[in-house]
């Protein structure tokens, strides 16, 4: 009875485990990408900034758009966002043509274009042994053999069981308005976002530093 009991125990802190982990995980961001145009030289400093993110999915372009503004406006740039002039209808979803967008950037006086679009997305099966989540140096079952395998042989037989990873494969890109001129564009890698919320955000965040690292001052 006391080994089932423990046997229990040991199955149950495994997965209070598994879960803190799952859900302590946000959405890791891996730069895969980046380039800068260095034929390219401001005129003048930029002040004002036309944010998109090019996805069909209303909910996922309004995050996306409203950190992309809260990161411009906390270095100092005036904001327009593309939600705020092309709301999706119930015909379309998508971005409005080129010609349509970029007469209407041009109309809010914005010098720099700031894109944001999903390249490709994908998931990932794999098998996770049994056991695996809590291995480690474990004092409490004593310097012998006898209690050693009475704590680990339950896990012996685990079958393990499968997650699915997701990855999503983002670009962002810099423009400037006037010439159309592409200024700066970046690539990433992202697994398994917990929410749009903490995706968007980390996302951006992410995206804002690489551009600082990049451009600097220019």
């Not at 997965?15 to 890791?28: D, S, T």
């Not at 380039?35 to 996306?64: C, E, G, M, Q």
């Not at 395998?149 to 423009?175: H, I, K």
């Not at 749009?196 to 990049?214: G, N, P, R």
Request: aromatic share 16%; glycine share 6%.
């Amino acid at each position: 009875m006391l080994h089932t009991q423990q046997n229990r125990m040991q199955h149950f802190f495994k997965a209070i485990v598994i879960v803190f982990f799952l859900a302590g995980c946000g959405a890791q961001h891996n730069i895969t990408y980046s380039w800068s145009n260095k034929d390219f030289h401001l005129s003048a400093p930029y002040k004002k900034i036309f944010v998109a993110a090019l996805v069909a999915n209303p909910h996922v372009r309004t995050h996306l758009e409203e950190e992309m503004g809260f990161a411009a406006q906390k270095k100092g740039f005036a904001v327009e966002r593309s939600w705020d002039h092309f709301p999706p209808t119930f015909e379309s979803r998508n971005p409005p043509p080129r010609e349509q967008m970029i007469e209407k950037i041009k109309s809010l006086q914005c010098e720099i274009i700031f894109t944001i679009n999903l390249v490709d997305k994908r998931s990932e099966t794999r098998y996770i042994p049994g056991g695996m989540g809590l291995y480690g140096p474990y004092p409490g079952y004593g310097l012998f053999f006898g209690g050693f395998y009475s704590y680990w042989s339950p896990f012996f037989y685990d079958p393990g069981y499968y997650v699915t990873d997701r990855y999503y494969f983002m670009e962002g890109n810099l423009f400037d308005t006037k010439t159309e001129t592409l200024i700066w564009s970046v690539q990433t890698k992202s697994i398994n976002p917990s929410s749009i919320e903490d995706f968007s955000k980390s996302l951006i965040e992410t995206l804002m530093q690489k551009a600082i690292d990049d451009l600097g001052q220019r």
